[in-house]
């Protein structure tokens, strides 16, 4: 399994500053994503973190609103733009190895965004 | 991915078999039924997965009928701590497939 750490666990900021929320994975992976969740809802997937490509993003999200780096295979950057309170949610790093046998996905302990 | 469709919410009493059901009556030949859980502020936990076969690890066992097109999770010994939203969730393998998240069954363990 792989071990995936965030930072920061949390913060809170002001509307209109943006922030870049760090994933670091204990081992190479193939593929990482981000996800968005939002108070009381269930996981949606912002995009693909594509290495050395641009990230792939899922309807709703574009890249000036969420830019995503990923120069390796061990980590990854999410940035949140221009932020305001519908932004305050917890975000969520994810990754897996296409290929291994059981292609399973694991999770990082998430980032938990306050805007005020 | 083919959905599927859980009961919002279940309990059972602590000690004995928690069995969390779920349909997914669209699954296609090569989907895997996979189920996760998150507790309460943190992120979502792997719990097990399968094609067809029973499975059983040291969290639990996947109980998947013979049609595929539902399945149980099955927690033998359900603790307070087993008290999560367990999301069951159909996915492909490979670099095309996603994990879609939908609103799960939140489990309340009770003492």
């Known amino acids: 399994s792989a071990v995936i750490s965030q930072k920061p666990s949390r913060d809170i900021c002001q509307r209109g500053t943006s922030l870049t929320i760090q994933c670091q994975v204990d081992s190479q992976v193939t593929m990482m994503f981000w996800y968005r969740q939002q108070p009381g809802q269930s996981l949606t997937l912002i995009a693909t973190?594509?290495?050395?490509?641009?990230?792939?993003?899922e309807s709703g999200f574009v890249i000036d609103k969420f830019p995503i780096s990923r120069p390796n295979l061990t980590f990854s950057t999410l940035t949140v733009s221009n932020m305001s309170p519908e932004d305050s949610s917890i975000y969520l790093c994810?990754?897996?190895?296409?290929?291994?046998?059981?292609?399973?996905?694991?999770f990082g302990p998430g980032t938990r965004l306050t805007v005020l | 991915d083919a959905k599927t469709t859980q009961p919002p919410s279940m309990d059972c009493a602590e000690g004995r078999a928690a069995n969390l059901p779920c349909n997914h009556s669209?699954?296609?030949?090569?989907?895997?039924v996979y189920w996760y859980r998150q507790i309460h502020s943190q992120g979502p936990q792997y719990i097990i997965h399968?094609?067809?076969n029973n499975e059983t690890n040291e969290m639990a066992s996947l109980i998947i009928t013979e049609d595929r097109k539902s399945s149980t999770l099955i927690l033998p010994h359900a603790t307070l701590r087993d008290t999560a939203v367990y999301y069951c969730i159909v996915r492909a393998t490979g670099a095309n497939s996603k994990l879609t998240f939908g609103k799960g069954i939140t489990l309340s363990v009770r003492p």
């Open positions: 973190a594509n290495q050395g490509s641009e990230a792939t993003y």
């Open positions: 994810s990754a897996r190895n296409t290929g291994a046998s059981t292609d399973t996905q694991y």
């Open positions: 669209t699954i296609s030949g090569n989907e895997y």
């Open positions: 399968g094609l067809k």
